[in-house]
Structure formats: structure tokens, C-alpha cells
């Protein structure tokens, strides 16, 4: 097991530049996920761990030793690739054993080890199977015994669920996270999926255009985004834009919101308040709000999606639309076209930099 | 409907006349080998003497041993010098990299003759002039490209990402080669070995050009013999090199399917 520390890492491809100047930390034994849209440079930070890519600029370190000579197969890592790459010239207990076989550990000893391994995957009895008659959820299973049998320094994942169908994804999200929990090994975890980052990981960070916007355990990085990027990619968000006056945000309207965080803009510069959907009220616009230290807005619903448990509402403020996810509670249903008012916490606006 | 028959009739007319083209030929002289007359007389009288001269003709035989030798050995060249070049043409980028692939070929396109004359040249020039080793270098040269495009090909089907995951895991480039990559590109490699046997098997301009008195291959006493005057020998000795050949054609079928993937 061990702590990898990125310091600094740059990278371009050509006119491209992959990555700008990333810091980050993964911390031993944590899973660790890197969460970005395509081109953000996530793939290319992990493909720089494994060895595959080097680094233009920055150092990485395992357990504190710099890597940046070290070729991929001196690294000691596992990792497991978006299509599995699992070598279809051998049955399954030959892939797993892959790993061993080229250390040359003894027979008995790989016996023991892939035995060990295909049981914590839960596939043992499958070890004569070619990778072309298995599933895809066993195929997945193969690559992380396979990655995980020489007790590497560090686990890699890049978007290894990306290729299953939903119903398999979910099951493996939680099997991947027992794995992970029982081996107790360093895991960095790179997806594209929001909600796989949420509910796999104990730190996000968060990688746009080559920078690192955000990091932080899910629920810091959810409740309080730093940026109109992270409060958008990571989960749904509500921007609503003004200017900055006393450390508030003077809506368009002419209306004030409060913030959780003080915002340090001076007065009249442009403001952007992030407020999750699930965090609004929503109420018939005759009602008046209970609280008066909540902020409110007036909308009128242009159409809602019933998902039997909760509803989302589309609410056209000015010339914005807001989402509203609200509970099924009392099972009413505010008509297209009614007149609403919508209103939360200042502890839930958080005010977020535009970029 | 009617025109489209029509068509396909004549489409199988125009094949019938192809096969008749290209095996009559071959028929006829498999077919002469057995006949006892040396004058090509009809009917065929059944007889297997010109297959027993055969065993006394030493020229012949000595040849038949050379050119196996030159192939076999341009065989083991060529396939791992060209199998070598196309993993470095698939697994990197580097400057140069389509001017060398272009280079590579000219030994298909330059006529024989010339490619010959040359290589004659340079040997004596550099004083190894003449002799089974200038031939099987002449033959390399010739079977590599071949060896190339096929092993190419095969390569094409082949995911980088397993040599990666192979690397992961610790193996060195060796490793990865011999026991990730190589046994995915076997079929192609195999197919590639049996060309280039062919291609050394059969030459003639190059190992003409290149044989010093008294050692030659088959194929260039074979055409001495026919200067110095027609024996039905060369129909025998020719119908059991036909023989071999469709052999080593069903092997390269068995491994590299024509005009298609696999």
C-alpha cells in the first residue's frame, strides 16, 4: 500500500495542454476518485501514474519516492483498463496468474494466490474459462483479480465500469467498494460519472481543461462547490447570476440573496450563487414563507416529470428556468403554468466563482 | 430478372475459362511426367522412369538441396527481421516513420532484373561476390516486405491496450512480446513464413544473378537443363514442386484468410 503525491504535473500534447500544473494527494488505503468530463486530463494524470505517459514538468512520488524514472513495470501496480484487456490467448487462471508467472513465483505458490484472488472476486470454479465466454461483469472481475494478485502499491481504475449495462454497473460499483474496503489498498478511480464518484469514493477531485478545480471528501465537495463548473459536474445546480453587494448577490430582479460562504467580490462586481435543486421549497405563490431569513424567488412552473417518489419541477424565473426536486409527500402536483414561490436557506446558496 | 442470369451464366463461362487457363498448363505437364514416351505421344503410356531418372540426376537433386536450404534460411531471416519491423511500425512513432515504411518496399516493385543486377554488383564490389549466402541475402531482402504486409495485417486486429496491461503487471518488453503479443499474431507470422519460403523457393531472376558456377537452385537448373535440350525429368521434378506448393498453399489458407479478415 501506499501514498502517491502528484507535485506540479504538467503535460501538452502537441498545441494541447493535457495537464496544468496539478497538485494533488491520494491518501493510503483511501479510494480515490478523479472525476472529470473528456479532455480534462483525467485519464492522462492516471495513465502517468501507471508509467504510461511522463510528466513535462512536476514529480510524482510513491510513499514519498519519486517515480518519474521508473518504467510501468517496475512501478508495481495493478490496473484495470475501460475494455478489460484481458489476454484472450489465456483462460482465466492463466490471466490472473499473469502477474505471479512473470516474477517467477513457484506453481504452488500462484495456485494459492489466484485461488485467493478469484475468491475475493467471487469467481472461483471459472478458472478454465476463455475471456470470450465470460460475461461482462465477470470479464471485470478476471481484470481486478488480475491487477490485484501481486499485492501492488496502488490500484488503478480507469472508467472500468463504463462498459457495462446499468442493473451490472450498480452491482459492481458496490462489490468494487467491498474489494477495495478488504484489501485495504490505495485505489484512484477515474470516471466521467458523477454519482460513481459519490458513491464509491472517500475523496473527489474534481479535473477541468487540465487543472484541478476541487477536491474534497463527496460530501464538502457536493454541499459546498467552489465553482459554477464543480456545482454543475458534480450533481445538479441552480445558478443564479447578479452582482455582489455586501457580501450578497442582488439578483436581476432586484431581489437579495444570502449566501453560506461571504462573498469577498466588491460591491458590484459580478456574483453567482449555486443552489442545489433538491434544497428548494416550493409553494403556492399566494402562501407567504415561514421564515423570513430564507431566500425566495416568485416562478411559475413550465412543466414537471412525475418519478412516483419525487418530482422534478422546471420553474421559469426571468428568463431562467430552475429545477425543483421535491419529494412525493403529499401527493399534489402544481399545474404547468401555476404561479409558485420558491424558496431555501442561505446556507444552501453557496457562492461559487465563474469561470 | 432474365438480364441478371444472363449474367451470372456468363460469369461462370468466364471463370471456367480462367481455371482452364491457369491449370490446363499445369495438367498436361503433370500428366506428361507419367508418360512413358519423351516425344509427348498420346494415349499417355502409365511410367514413373522419368520420376526414377530423377534419382539419378545429381544436378537436379544438389539443386532441389540448395534451394530448400536458401529458403529455409531466408524463411527464419525474413520472417523475424520483417515480424521485428512491423511491431516497431505498430507499437511507435517516430520521425521517419512512413519514409522507412516506404522504403521497405521497393524490393516488390523494382523488376527483379534489376534488383539483381544490382546486388551482383555491390558484392563484388564489396568482395563477397557470388554464392549461396549472397542469394539467401538477395532472398531476405525480396521476402521481407511480404513478411511486413502480412504481419501487419494481422497486427491491425491486435488492442495495444493488452500490452499494456501486461506491462502493469510487471512484465519487461520481452515477456510482453513473447507471451502477450506474439501469440496473437502467430497465425499471421506462420502465413508470413510460408510466404516467404515461396517467394525464396521460386525465385529465379535474383538467385540466377546471384548463383556462382556450379551451385545453383532449382529453379536456375531447371532452366539451364532446358537450354541444353527438353527431358521429361524437368515434368517430374516440376509436378512434385507443384505438388509441394499446393501444400504449403492450403498451410498459408489455414492461417491467413485471402482478401478478408479473419
Request: aromatic share 6%; charged share 30%; net charge negative.
Given at each position: 500500500m501506499a501514498q502517491v503525491s502528484i507535485r506540479g504535473v504538467s503535460k501538452t500534447f502537441g498545441q494541447m495542454k493535457?495537464?496544468?500544473?496539478v497538485s494533488c494527494e491520494f491518501a493510503n488505503g483511501k479510494f480515490y476518485a478523479l472525476l472529470g468530463p473528456s479532455g480534462s486530463g483525467k485519464t492522462t494524470l492516471l495513465r502517468m501514474i501507471a508509467g504510461f505517459e511522463f510528466a513535462d514538468s512536476g514529480t510524482i512520488l510513491m510513499d514519498g519516492e519519486s517515480?518519474?524514472?521508473?518504467?510501468v513495470e517496475k512501478r508495481d501496480i495493478g490496473m484495470v483498463f475501460q475494455n478489460y484487456a484481458l489476454f484472450p490467448n489465456m483462460n482465466v487462471f492463466d490471466n490472473v496468474a499473469f502477474g505471479l508467472s512473470v516474477r517467477g513465483t513457484d506453481t504452488t505458490e500462484t495456485a494459492r494466490r489466484v485461488g485467493e484472488s478469484l475468491e475475493l472476486v467471487k469467481l472461483e470454479g471459472l478458472d478454465k474459462r476463455r475471456p470470450h465466454q465470460l460475461s461482462g461483469g465477470q470479464r471485470q472481475r478476471v481484470a481486478l483479480a488480475r491487477a490485484l494478485v501481486t499485492n501492488p502499491r496502488v490500484l488503478l481504475l480507469d472508467e472500468p465500469l463504463s462498459a457495462l449495462d446499468r442493473a451490472l454497473r450498480v452491482e459492481m460499483e458496490v462489490e468494487l467498494r467491498r474489494i477495495q474496503r478488504d484489501v485495504g489498498i490505495t485505489t484512484i478511480f477515474v470516471t466521467h460519472d458523477q454519482e460513481e464518484a459519490l458513491t464509491m469514493s472517500d475523496h473527489i477531485g474534481i479535473l477541468n481543461a487540465g487543472r484541478m478545480v476541487q477536491e474534497g471528501p463527496p460530501l464538502q465537495v457536493y454541499e459546498h462547490p467552489n465553482s459554477a463548473f464543480s456545482a454543475s459536474f458534480l450533481g445538479d445546480s441552480n445558478l443564479l447570476h447578479g452582482t455582489a453587494r455586501d457580501g450578497r448577490i442582488t439578483l436581476t430582479d432586484g431581489g437579495l440573496i444570502a449566501c453560506a460562504n461571504r462573498i469577498d467580490e466588491t460591491d458590484g462586481s459580478p456574483a453567482t450563487g449555486s443552489i442545489r435543486p433538491e434544497k428548494i421549497t416550493i409553494m403556492d405563490s399566494k402562501d407567504s414563507v415561514a421564515d423570513p431569513d430564507r431566500n425566495s424567488l416568485d416562478g411559475t412552473v413550465v412543466s414537471h416529470i412525475f418519478a412516483g417518489s419525487s418530482l422534478t419541477y422546471q420553474i421559469r424565473w426571468n428568463d431562467e428556468i430552475l429545477r425543483v426536486f421535491v419529494q412525493n409527500?403529499?401527493?399534489d402536483i402544481f399545474a404547468d403554468g401555476t404561479p409558485v414561490r420558491l424558496s431555501w436557506k442561505p446556507d444552501d446558496t453557496v457562492a461559487v466563482t465563474h469561470d | 430478372m432474365q438480364d441478371n442470369k444472363r449474367l451470372a451464366k456468363l460469369g461462370h463461362v468466364y471463370l471456367a475459362l480462367m481455371l482452364v487457363f491457369l491449370y490446363v498448363p499445369i495438367i498436361i505437364m503433370a500428366a506428361m511426367s507419367f508418360n512413358d514416351s519423351n516425344l509427348y505421344r498420346l494415349p499417355i503410356e502409365w511410367s514413373t522412369r522419368w520420376y526414377a531418372a530423377l534419382a539419378h540426376n545429381d544436378k537436379l537433386i544438389d539443386a532441389s538441396i540448395n534451394s530448400l536450404w536458401v529458403a529455409a534460411i531466408t524463411t527464419v531471416l525474413a520472417t523475424a527481421l520483417g515480424t521485428a519491423a512491423s511491431l516497431a511500425f505498430f507499437r511507435y512513432e517516430f520521425r521517419g516513420k512512413r519514409l522507412l515504411q516506404l522504403l521497405a518496399f521497393p524490393p516488390i516493385t523494382i523488376p527483379w532484373l534489376i534488383i539483381g543486377t544490382a546486388m551482383l554488383t555491390l558484392f563484388f564490389w564489396i568482395g563477397m561476390g557470388r554464392g549461396l549466402h549472397a542469394m539467401v541475402l538477395g532472398h531476405v531482402a525480396l521476402a521481407m516486405p511480404y513478411v511486413i504486409i502480412v504481419v501487419s495485417a494481422r497486427l491491425?486486429?491486435?488492442?495495444?491496450a493488452l500490452e499494456e496491461a501486461a506491462r502493469s503487471l510487471g512484465a519487461s518488453s520481452w515477456q510482453v512480446t513473447m507471451r502477450v503479443t506474439l501469440p496473437w499474431i502467430a497465425p499471421g507470422v506462420m502465413a508470413a513464413a510460408l510466404f516467404a519460403f515461396a517467394v525464396s523457393f521460386d525465385q529465379f531472376v535474383i538467385s540466377y544473378f546471384l548463383s556462382a558456377p556450379g551451385v545453383s537452385t532449382l529453379p536456375v537448373e531447371i532452366y539451364t537443363s532446358i537450354r541444353k535440350g527438353f527431358t521429361p525429368e524437368i515434368n517430374a521434378i516440376s509436378t512434385i514442386v507443384i505438388g509441394i506448393s499446393m501444400v504449403l498453399l492450403l498451410g498459408v489458407s489455414r492461417f491467413y484468410r485471402f482478401g478478408g479478415e479473419r
Open positions: 493535457a495537464l496544468d500544473d517515480v518519474d524514472n521508473l518504467p409527500l403529499s401527493g | 491491425k486486429s491486435f488492442d495495444l
